[in-house]
């Protein structure tokens, strides 16, 4: 199905190009609070303290454990080049 053409379309400033500047930046790493948690204990409590046992399974736990799959890359200035097609950019006034 073919959507209806634009009565009205989007006017934006004279753009060179719509691009997106960094789309892609990488996930932090899930263990990381863990890890804190854990040297933060140790710190309090010492290495050898009983009461960090269970923030210590706990990053065990989330080291095991398997990683996340990775996604795809970001496809936002490819829909950004296809739909710049579509809209008229603005006339500089003098």
């Known amino acids: 199905m073919v959507p209806p053409p634009v009565k009205n379309p989007i006017k ?12 892609n930046r990488r996930e932090p790493n899930p263990c990381l609070q863990y890890m804190s948690s854990v040297l933060s204990c140790w710190a309090s409590a010492g290495y050898t303290g009983r009461s960090c046992t269970t923030v ?10 398997p990683p996340a799959p990775p996604t795809g890359p ?14 008229v950019a603005q006339a500089k006034k003098k």
Do not use: W
């Not at 210590?56 to 454990?65: H, K, N, P, S, V």
């Not at 936002?76 to 809209?87: A, D, P, T, V």
């Open 12 to 23: 934006l400033p004279p753009l060179r190009v719509l691009r997106v500047r960094v789309p």
């Open 74 to 87: 970001n496809t936002i200035n490819y829909h950004l080049g296809r739909f710049s097609k579509r809209l």
């Open 56 to 65: 210590e399974q706990a990053l065990r736990t989330c080291m095991d454990a």
